[in-house]
């Protein structure tokens, strides 16, 4: 997957808090996650690894601003997934 793909999903979430929600759904249904370099590892680790463990493909994007823009936001994301229909 590429950041086009999230530019382009119906169904995504935005942020550290709503990623881990969405990844911690038993459910499985978070089809990949995208996280960005320049975010403080505090903050994305704990997607990372939960991610890893789960099998959910990892994107990684070079700033959080170029996140924010590809999920519509004006501000800068550190994580975003795109979640099943």
Do not use: H
Request: aromatic share 2%; glycine share 8%; charged share 25%.
């Amino acid at each position: 997957m590429s950041i086009d793909d999230i530019r382009q999903a119906k169904r995504k979430t935005i942020g550290t808090n709503q990623t881990l929600k969405a990844l911690k759904q038993p459910s499985g249904r978070v089809l990949c996650v995208y996280v960005a370099k320049d975010a403080e590892p505090r903050v994305t680790e704990p997607v990372v690894q939960l991610a890893s463990k789960l099998g959910v493909p990892i994107e990684w994007v070079d700033t959080m601003r170029q996140l924010g823009k590809a999920c519509g936001i004006e501000v800068g994301a550190a994580t975003a997934s795109i979640l099943a229909e």
